[in-house]
């Protein structure tokens, strides 16, 4: 499990982005992507190949291949008008534009000639590019978690340019001709750097091309040649740079304490002994499913969690998965709003489902759980807190995240709350059961450290009754199944000890090839 082979999955899932969006745009044909991949490649479109960052190292990239990464310091570059924005170049659509919606009143407009309406195009596309520059500006300067340093050339070529406009929409007004000291904008600091640096071109010539190839023949001797090949080719070259009027051997005598390799060796090979692996991000967090997944398999939780790999399971979804977040919506306005009245939950149902991320949603499969959650809650829906809470909790060395459905007020109360979980789908084993419930109360109780959690509620929308956990003394218990197992939470703790561990030096797969045929990620593992 090396720092390459996660890479390598981070391609793979490059890979299968760039594979649904083809499909979106132009279909499921294998030998039309395989063309795609062509062009982009005989154009030199590419995207960059995944890399795990290393700390302590300067990254240079583009805008593009910034995307998604967060940085302490971040330098963006060539501010200047014609270098950013940059309105040449670019690649043309590859359908006519008068398919494109854009541009679709443009064409229905009637031009008195055909150089106007040439006119017109070009300027729509420079706004278009316009646009598209300033949301790749965005892109860039919100990379910065705490210093943005923006920089342009005075002259370009020997020839003056102006600043980007993208400065002047931020306030730059010509400061080069201030001094920076009467620059004075909050948060904003002006520096001028009048330095001149170069660098002299030198000459082709034999020499310079022997010294290339002995300084060639030093780094592949490294690995492949003996100490007494690698020593001679590296004195061959300083010769030849030197002008051969230097004692080597003296030098080396003489110097032998720092030159000795014997200590710098030896601590490298004993760091190295002790085999740290790879450092885990620091600021890593872990959820209920996270776990869930690691104890089903730890190579599956990094194939999910880390690198976040796709599945065929994906492809093959019935739309539960839809129907379960559709509800989850609709109850959440409709608790949100403390509706009265069956109707005022229908309208919400069918003001949604107008909406374009729902539109595909089957409502006969969505109304009868929407039924039986208003013949369960319809009376209890006044005595609502919050919904739809988000918390982050300590345990142990580590941080938890959750999700709260919603919270009550228990009638009668002025401090004890009730945490309700919808479930649109099979009910959890008692395992994740204890593991959930136990992390919602935890987590409400240490954001709202005012309050008790007393009930803890499953709402089994597709069941005949919800499941219902009170608190009796240090127990939530529950009629006809066991307690909820006190012991979850350490043993989260010590499932997210073991991720960390498996992070450094490696997740493997679970020996059991029941669960692996059942596995949606089991084509990464052969």
Not at 285 to 292: I, L, Q
Not at 316 to 334: Q, T, Y
Not at 435 to 463: C, D, S, W
Not at 497 to 519: E, T
Request: charged residues 30%; negative net charge.
């Amino acid at each position: 499990d090396t720092r390459e082979n996660r890479e390598a999955m981070l391609n793979l899932r490059n890979l299968h982005e760039m594979a649904l969006k083809f499909e979106t745009s132009h279909g499921r044909e294998l030998g039309e992507f395989i063309a795609y991949l062509e062009i982009l490649d005989e154009m030199g479109k590419n995207p960059p190949a995944a890399r795990i960052l290393e700390e302590d190292a300067v990254n240079l990239m583009t805008i593009h291949s910034s995307k998604g990464l967060e940085f302490n310091t971040v330098f963006v570059t060539n501010m200047a008008k014609d270098r950013f924005p940059l309105f040449r170049g670019g690649v043309e659509p590859l359908i006519p534009i008068e398919l494109i919606d854009l541009y679709r009143d443009l064409v229905e407009q009637d031009f008195s000639s055909r150089s106007k309406r040439l006119s017109a195009i070009r300027e729509l596309k420079r706004e278009i590019k316009l646009e598209e520059e300033r949301r790749l500006c965005y892109v860039a300067m919100t990379r910065a978690r705490e210093h943005l340093y923006l920089t342009l050339g005075i002259q370009y070529g020997q020839r003056d340019r102006h600043p980007s406009e993208f400065l002047a929409d931020m306030g730059y007004d010509n400061w080069r001709l201030k001094d920076q000291d009467e620059v004075d904008v909050p948060d904003i600091t002006y520096q001028r750097d009048i330095m001149v640096s170069s660098r002299e071109v030198i000459r082709d010539s034999e020499l310079e091309r022997i010294k290339t190839h002995r300084k060639k023949l030093v780094i592949e001797s490294l690995d492949s040649g003996s100490f007494e090949e690698s020593m001679g080719h590296l004195l061959v070259y300083h010769a030849l740079r030197d002008g051969n009027g230097e004692d080597y051997l003296g030098i080396i005598n003489s110097n032998w304490g720092e030159l000795d390799p014997a200590g710098h060796a030896k601590e490298i090979l004993d760091r190295d002994g002790s085999n740290e692996g790879i450092t885990p991000p620091s600021d890593v967090t872990f959820s209920v499913s996270a776990v869930n997944t690691y104890s089903e398999c730890p190579k599956k939780y990094e194939l999910q969690h880390i690198l976040g790999m796709p599945t065929r399971d994906m492809e093959k979804s019935d739309g539960a998965m839809n129907i379960g977040s559709f509800v989850h919506k609709v109850l959440e306005k409709a608790v949100r709003q403390k509706v009265s009245t069956r109707k005022q939950l229908d309208e919400i149902t069918l003001g949604l489902v107008k909406e374009d991320k729902w539109k595909w949603v089957d409502l006969t499969k969505a109304k009868p759980l929407l039924n039986v959650f208003w013949q369960r809650n319809k009376d209890s829906i006044q005595n609502n807190m919050m919904v739809e809470k988000r918390f982050t909790v300590p345990l142990g060395d580590h941080q938890f995240k959750g999700f709260i459905d919603r919270v009550d007020l228990i009638p009668g109360s002025d401090n004890k709350v009730e945490i309700i979980d919808y479930k649109t789908g099979n009910e959890p084993g008692p395992v994740e059961r204890s593991r959930q419930l136990l992390l919602y109360a935890h987590g409400f109780e240490h954001m709202y450290p005012g309050y008790r959690v007393h009930k803890l509620t499953l709402e089994l929308l597709a069941k005949e009754k919800p499941r219902v956990y009170e608190l009796d003394g240090e127990e939530y218990t529950a009629s006809r199944v066991k307690p909820l197992d006190n012991d979850a939470l350490p043993d989260m703790v010590d499932a997210a000890d073991k991720i960390l561990h498996d992070y450094r030096y490696g997740f493997d797969r679970i020996d059991d090839d029941s669960v692996c045929k059942r596995c949606g990620y089991n084509l990464y593992c052969g």
